[in-house]
Antibody, heavy 120, light 107 residues
Framework: QLQLQESGPGLVKPSETLSLTCTVS??????????WGWIRQPPGKGLEWIGS???????YYNPSLKSRVTISVDTSKNQFSLKLSSVTAADTAVYYC????????????WGQGTMVTVSS | EIVLTQSPGTLSLSPGERATLSCRAS???????LAWYQQKPGQAPRLLIY???SRATGIPDRFSGSGSGTDFTLTISRLEPEDFAVYYC????????FGGGTKVEIK
């Protein structure tokens, strides 16, 4: 069955760039039926959508984060990635990657999440 | 941006009782794109309902969703012990947003 796994540093310094990768296994990231997204959750708080990407490379981002976010896809590795620049303590959160079938309009499969702390 | 407001913030109920959770949108949401998730501590959210009323794969029929326009409801007909968790609604427009969550706790 399809699985998603986030990976990347758990600690990032303020003003630096947070970089995470989501590896998709058990299925192809190149399916035309799905978008792939990043969502985050600060400790004890709710969920915030960061952005999504299609296998072709088309992206759309949360307007509140757009100036700092880049999401890319590597179909040869069955991965997609997140870069968030100029991070502050407010970016400390659990970061999830997830699949979004465009015909469903909801995130149906999620990774387990990875905690990223922004601290010097 | 469409803001989703969930109420109540916390719902204290006993197993076997009915839970009714509300999600109100700041502007009309296409029913095709309103979803509900369940999240337990230390776990990723799990999709329960999409398209306002369609259950996701493997979701028990005690979970049901309804509503349209700006008002949506998630109902759990009879709470099981494993249903005590936080529930989020989400809309999928040009910019997806989530509600703030409702915690269903054991009374």
């Amino acid at each position: 069955q399809l699985q998603l796994q986030e990976s990347g540093p758990g600690l990032v310094k303020p003003s630096e760039t947070l970089s995470l990768t989501c590896t998709v296994s058990g299925g192809s990231i190149s399916s035309s039926s799905y978008y792939w997204g990043w969502i985050r959750q600060p400790p004890g708080k709710g969920l915030e959508w960061i952005g999504s990407i299609y296998y072709s490379g088309s992206t759309y981002y949360n307007p509140s984060l757009k100036s700092r976010v880049t999401i890319s896809v590597d179909t040869s590795k069955n991965q997609f990635s997140l870069k968030l620049s100029s991070v502050t303590a407010a970016d400390t959160a659990v970061y999830y990657c997830a699949r979004l079938p465009h015909y469903v309009g909801a995130f149906d499969i999620w990774g387990q999440g990875t905690m990223v702390t922004v601290s010097s | 941006e469409i803001v989703l407001t969930q109420s109540p913030g916390t719902l204290s109920l006993s197993p076997g009782e009915r839970a009714t959770l509300s999600c109100r949108a700041s502007q009309s949401v296409s029913s095709s794109y309103l979803a509900w998730y369940q999240q337990k501590p230390g776990q990723a959210p799990r999709l329960l309902i999409y398209g306002a009323s369609s259950r996701a794969t493997g979701i028990p029929d005690r979970f049901s969703g309804s509503g349209s326009g700006t008002d949506f409801t998630l109902t759990i007909s009879r709470l099981e012990p494993e249903d005590f968790a936080v529930y989020y609604c989400q809309q999928y427009g040009s910019s997806p947003t989530f509600g703030g969550g409702t915690k269903v706790e054991i009374k």
